[in-house]
C-alpha cells in the first residue's frame, strides 16, 4: 500500500519546487508577468492556455525551475492537480498560491498503482507541501481507504473469494479492536437461507459465509454498514456471456465500499456502534447450483421465487440486512453493484442511492457534492412495488422484461428493512472503465467519500472526530 502519509506533509518553508496552477481566463494576464525566458520556452511548446496545458518552467539558475498546469476545474475539486502528481519529477513542491486544499487527495490518488502481479514502476514520492496542517491525517485516510477498495475490487478472483474477504475484515478487526464474527458451515440451520443457496454451488474452500464485525460503545448510535460480497458472479445457471463474466470480479465491490468505510469510521473514532455486514459467496455453476424457479426461504421470512439466478446480489443482501436489522440500529447503508440498469440509467461514474428516509438522502446528496463524490437518487416508486409478485412466492427477486430494474431491486431490499429504520442502498460500479488524472482504468471507489462524509457530520461531537 502507498504511504501517503510520506506525500502530504507541512509546510515549514523547507526547499520545495513551485507549482503555479491557472485558470484559462487568467493564463494571458499571469503570462504578461512572467520573465521573457518562461514566455519563450511556452511559446516554443506552442502552449495557448488551454485548460490541460503544462510545462516545466526555466529559473534563473538550472536546477531552478518550477512548474505550470492550466486548469478550468474548481478549487473545490479533489481532482484539480491530480495530472500532476503522477508526471512531474520526484521531488517536493508546493503550490504558487495558497494550500492545495480537497485538491490534495487527488496529488495522492494519482501516485499510487496496483502493481501486485508486475514489477513496481514507481520512480519515487512527489511530496505536497501544505499550511492546512489540520487537514493533512483525514486527507491520508481518505486516500488510504480509496486506494483499499481499488485494490480488492482489481484483485482477480483466484486471489480473492470468501476466505480472502473474511481475513480482510479479520485484519481490520485486529486493527482497531472490533469484534470480528463469522458464521460459516450449514448457514440454512443459522438462519441464512438465501447466503447458503446463492454459495452453495462453490468449492469447500470457497463456501459462503456470512462476516460480521462490531466497534464501539454500545452506547453510542448503531449504524449497519452492509456489503454485497459476490466474489466472482458467473451468473449461475442463468451463465452470463463472456463478455458480461469479464469483469466479475468487481462484483464484491459492494464489500469493498463497506470495509473501507468502516475502516474511516473506527480510524477516525466516530461515536457509533459499528456493525458490518459483508455476505461472502462465489456464485458459481456445478450440479449443486440453485435453479430458476427454485424458491428460497429468507432470513426474515418471506419466501422468495428464484426468477433470474443472475439476480444472487438482492438474495443475500436480504439474509444481511435482516440480521442488520436484528441489532435495531438508527442508520443502515448498503452498498452494492447490483444492477446493470443503474448503468444504463446514471453511467458508470454516477452511483445510483434510494432512500426510505428524506433527510438521509438529502444528507447524502449534499455530501456528496461538497466532497466531489456525486451520487443521483432514484425513487423507492412503490407503484412497481407490484411487479415482484409471485404466483408461488411471497415474491420473486427479478421480473421478467428488466423494466426499471434497479427501481425494482431496489424495492427487493426494502421488503428486508422496516420503515421506522432510515437506510440508503447505494448501487455502484466500482470501476473505472476509462482513466482520469488520479482515477487509474480499474477498481473505483464511488459513494465512499460522500457516505463517509455524511456518516461525520452526522455524529462528530461538535464538528471534532
Not at 221 to 250: H, N
Not at 356 to 376: H, I, Q, R, S
Not at 397 to 417: D, Q, S, T
Not at 444 to 465: C, I, P
Request: hydrophobic share 45%; proline share 7%.
Amino acid at each position: 500500500m502507498t504511504d501517503f502519509a510520506a506525500l502530504l506533509r507541512p509546510d515549514r518553508g523547507e526547499a520545495a519546487r513551485v507549482l503555479h496552477v491557472v485558470k484559462p481566463t487568467d493564463y494571458a494576464d499571469w503570462l504578461t508577468g512572467q520573465p521573457p525566458r518562461v514566455r519563450t520556452i511556452l511559446d516554443a511548446q506552442t502552449l495557448t492556455g488551454k485548460a490541460g496545458d503544462a510545462a516545466i518552467l526555466p529559473g534563473e539558475a538550472a536546477e531552478d525551475w518550477s512548474a505550470l498546469l492550466v486548469c478550468d476545474e474548481a478549487n473545490s475539486s479533489p481532482w484539480r492537480i491530480a495530472s500532476r502528481g503522477s508526471a512531474l519529477p520526484p521531488g517536493t513542491y508546493r503550490l504558487a498560491e495558497g494550500d492545495p486544499g480537497p485538491a490534495a487527495l487527488g496529488w495522492l490518488l494519482a501516485q499510487h498503482r496496483f502493481e501486485r502481479y508486475r514489477k513496481s514502476t514507481d520512480v519515487g514520492g512527489r511530496v505536497l507541501l501544505t499550511g492546512d496542517v489540520a487537514s493533512i491525517e483525514e486527507t491520508v485516510r481518505i486516500a488510504d481507504a480509496t486506494a483499499r477498495v481499488r485494490d480488492l475490487v482489481d484483485t482477480p478472483a483466484a486471489d480473492l473469494g470468501p476466505t480472502e474477504l473474511e481475513a480482510e475484515a479479520e485484519a481490520l478487526a485486529l486493527e482497531f479492536g472490533a469484534a470480528p464474527t463469522i458464521t460459516r458451515g450449514d448457514l440454512l440451520e443459522q438462519g441464512y437461507p438465501m447466503i447458503h443457496t446463492v454459495g452453495q454451488a462453490a468449492t469447500p474452500e470457497r463456501a459462503p459465509r456470512l462476516i460480521e464485525l462490531e466497534w464501539g460503545d454500545p452506547a453510542h448510535p448503531r449504524v449497519a454498514l452492509v456489503g454485497k460480497g459476490v466474489c466472482f458472479d458467473t451468473g449461475g445457471l442463468d451463465i452470463k456471456p463472456s463478455v458480461g463474466m469479464r469483469l466479475m470480479k468487481k462484483d464484491m465491490g459492494g464489500a469493498a465500499h463497506a470495509l473501507s468505510l468502516a475502516r474511516l469510521v473506527m480510524a477516525a473514532g466516530l461515536p457509533v456502534r459499528l456493525h458490518l455486514l459483508v455476505p461472502a459467496v462465489e456464485n458459481a455453476v456445478s450440479a449443486s447450483s440453485f435453479r430458476p424457479g427454485d424458491v428460497l426461504r429468507s432470513r426474515l421470512g418471506p419466501t422468495v421465487e428464484n426468477t433470474n439466478t443472475d439476480a444472487e446480489g438482492r438474495l443475500i443482501l436480504g439474509d444481511a440486512l435482516a440480521k442488520a436489522v436484528e441489532g435495531s440500529p438508527e442508520l443502515i447503508l448498503d452498498f452494492a453493484t447490483l444492477t446493470g440498469a443503474a448503468r444504463v440509467a446514471l453511467g458508470p461514474e454516477l452511483p445510483a442511492i434510494f432512500a426510505n428516509d428524506e433527510a438521509l438522502a438529502a444528507d447524502l446528496l449534499a455530501a456528496g457534492m461538497e466532497v466531489g463524490d456525486p451520487l443521483w437518487r432514484l425513487p423507492l416508486w412503490d407503484g412497481y412495488d407490484a411487479m415482484l409478485k409471485s404466483d408461488i412466492a411471497d415474491l420473486q427477486n427479478a421480473p421478467e422484461g428488466g423494466m426499471a430494474g434497479a427501481i425494482v431491486a431496489a424495492l427487493f431490499l426494502r421488503r428486508f428493512v422496516p420503515a421506522g429504520i432510515p437506510w440508503a442502498h447505494l448501487d455502484t460500479f466500482a470501476w473505472r472503465a476509462a482513466a482520469k488524472p488520479g482515477r487509474p482504468k480499474g477498481g473505483e471507489a464511488l459513494g465512499l467519500r460522500a457516505t463517509w462524509a455524511m456518516l461525520r457530520k452526522r455524529y462528530s461531537v461538535h464538528g471534532v472526530d
